[in-house]
Nanobody, 115 residues
Framework: QVQLVESGGGLVQPGGSLRLSCAAS????????MGWHRQAPGKQREPVAT???????NYADSVKGRFTISRDNAKNTVYLQMNSLKPEDTAVYYC?????????WGQGTQVTVSS
């Protein structure tokens, strides 16, 4: 079993920045990917950013140039640096990891962008 613990959400003004963290622990032999999805009120969950084991990254078009995903392999931790935040970025952000072909999800952290 793998557990994910997220942190870093909160309230920020438009144009501001936040950094999310997600640490994985448990029975981890190999992490194939880590990343973030988000779900805004009344909308479906959508992918935000993914980082593969080799360091390749992928971003949703809506966050390209503003968000940066990174990973500390030694700590099994993934980060999401979010800059130039917009009200439409308001959502619950969920961390995920792909371990030995199984997906695991965090509990979610709220990000609210509002003046």
């Amino acid at each position: 079993q793998v557990q994910l613990v997220e942190s870093g959400g909160g309230l920020v003004q438009p144009g501001g920045s936040l950094r999310l963290s997600c640490a994985a622990s448990g029975s981890i032999l190999r992490i194939d990917a880590m990343g973030w999805h988000r779900q805004a009120p009344g909308k479906q969950r959508e992918p935000v950013a993914t980082i593969l084991s080799g360091g390749i990254t992928n971003y949703a078009d809506s966050v390209k140039g503003r968000f940066t995903i990174s990973r500390d392999n030694a700590k099994n931790t993934v980060y999401l640096q979010m800059n130039s935040l917009k009200p439409e970025d308001t959502a619950v952000y969920y961390c995920f990891t792909l371990v030995s072909l199984n997906y695991y999800w965090g509990q979610g952290t709220q990000v609210t962008v509002s003046s």
